[in-house]
């Protein structure tokens, strides 16, 4: 054990000051101690020391090194088929949106008026576009959904009462559930209807001189099927503007695109839509269907977006340079008519069976090593809450090992270089090319043939 010269003997060789240089000093002392730790326990656990003991450490530490370095932040290969996957990060951002956030990476015009050389306003960025892509008179862009239902409701009803149907207050996943952001922004909930019937009728009993608004919530999650019944978006606006009460629609995911909505989003409700129905405020994700970075979006009457802007917590919900670059290119790209080839979400969402098939077909006649493939067919999902329900037909790599079980084979997929991730159906891992970006094939089948 006397042979193990000091941290202090082992920083100093030509090597480890390299490795200094590149990682950090205290992250090699700290690979320096664990490396020495490592060996004083195999050797007395009975192994052979090493000859030489300086270089064998020396020789261990660059991959500890690198290890400890690795942002925990990693990319993954999503092949589970779940389009809006919000637990690998949602959508996938369209190449538009990525060059523009390095391109504006550095300085930019964020609060600063080219015009005048002044200073100039963050929360107008991204609002013309999404105007004229949603028919609003003026939007405004906060950090997610659930910021722009707290602030929405912190802005214009505190104090007041908020009528929501008993159906609509869901809990959408991670903590959203819609009492309990009610009560943080100070409005008071008013709950009319039943879980599984409401009618106009109990909106208008409820309205009364202490009502700030009436709030629509899209059940986006789940489905409740039977004996239902729901008063339509016109039916709310109607009463709203008898009682001069705003109406204010959380509609959880956006689907932007002009046109007739894709055949699998069934009646999903899409921004335009519901103020064309007379919603004064909709409230929508920026990273669900419309498929960019993570943003909430107010958009609708002027007035009350200029109330929501001015309240104090839009200071704290505001968004980066890097979030309206990536909206604005996004937006870009639908605005321009190109969005069903160019955004991801879009193009995954109708991309062809037969398309999906060749790619499969491609990748599996490609595999020659341990891994086999066949073809079945399967379904793709849409995942983070919007189109509950909603099942795309899609052709699915079946995918077994000689050795590994399936459970092994998937979790050395997960642990590979890049990271992938499947499913298991039926002992078997199941890879769908629906969610796998089409740059990426080449790079999945190298993880397969490696494993
Ligand atoms: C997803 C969703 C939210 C939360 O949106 P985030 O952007 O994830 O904060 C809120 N309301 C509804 C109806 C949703 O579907």
């Not at 991959?63 to 389009?83: D, H, M, W």
């Not at 939007?139 to 104090?159: D, E, H, I, K, S």
């Not at 016109?234 to 055949?263: C, H, M, N, Y």
């Not at 078997?428 to 190298?446: F, G, I, K, M, S």
Request: hydrophobic share 45%; proline share 6%; glycine share 8%.
């Amino acid at each position: 054990m006397r042979q193990i010269p000091s941290i202090e003997q082992l920083r100093q060789r030509p090597k480890m000051q390299a490795l200094e240089a590149e990682f950090g000093r205290s992250p090699l002392i700290d690979a320096l101690r664990a490396e020495a730790d490592a060996l004083r326990s195999r050797v007395a656990s009975g192994e052979h020391a090493p000859d030489d003991v300086a270089e064998s450490i020396e020789q261990a530490l660059p991959a500890r090194l690198t290890a400890l370095a690795l942002p925990s932040l990693q990319p993954v290969i999503n092949a589970t088929g779940v389009i809006l996957h919000t637990n690998l990060g949602r959508a996938p951002l369209a190449r538009a949106a990525v060059e523009r956030v390095a391109a504006l990476a550095a300085y930019s015009n964020l609060e600063y008026d080219l015009d005048t050389g002044a200073r100039g306003r963050r929360d107008v960025h991204a609002e013309r576009l999404l105007c004229r892509l949603t028919g609003a008179e003026a939007a405004v862009v906060v950090n997610n959904n659930a910021a722009a239902t707290l602030l929405t409701l912190a802005a214009l009803a505190a104090g007041r009462e908020v009528i929501v149907s008993r159906g609509e207050l869901v809990e959408i996943g991670g903590g959203f559930r819609v009492p309990d952001v009610m009560a943080q922004s100070g409005a008071i909930l008013r709950e009319v209807g039943t879980t599984n019937r409401t009618r106009a009728a109990d909106y208008a009993a409820a309205i009364s001189d202490r009502t700030a608004a009436l709030l629509r919530v899209h059940p986006s999650n789940f489905r409740v099927e039977g004996f239902t019944e729901r008063p339509a978006a016109e039916d709310l606006t109607a009463l709203g503007q008898r009682f001069k009460v705003p109406v204010i629609e959380d509609i959880g995911s956006g689907w932007i695109a002009p046109g007739p909505l894709p055949a699998p989003l069934g009646d999903e409700p899409t921004p335009r839509a519901s103020l064309a129905a007379g919603v004064d405020l909709v409230l929508f994700s920026g990273d669900k269907l419309l498929g960019g970075p993570q943003a909430g979006i107010i958009a609708g009457r002027g007035d009350l977006i200029g109330t929501i802007r001015r309240h104090p917590l839009m200071r704290a919900m505001r968004v980066d340079k890097m979030t309206y670059a990536a909206l604005e290119a996004t937006l870009q790209e639908y605005a321009a008519g190109r969005a069903a080839q160019t955004v991801p979400v879009a193009r995954m969402l109708s991309a062809d069976l037969e398309d999906i098939r060749r790619r499969a077909r491609a990748l599996v006649d490609g595999l020659d090593n341990n891994v086999l493939g066949q073809l079945i067919d399967g379904v793709s999902t849409l995942g983070g809450g919007s189109a509950p329900g909603s099942a795309l037909p899609t052709v699915l790599i079946a995918a077994s090992h000689t050795t590994l079980s399936a459970t092994e084979l998937e979790n050395r997929l997960r642990h590979s270089d890049p990271h992938v991730v499947g499913r298991i159906q039926d002992q078997r891992v199941v890879l769908d090319l629906r969610t796998v970006l089409p740059d990426q094939d080449e790079r999945l089948l190298l993880v397969l043939n490696g494993v």
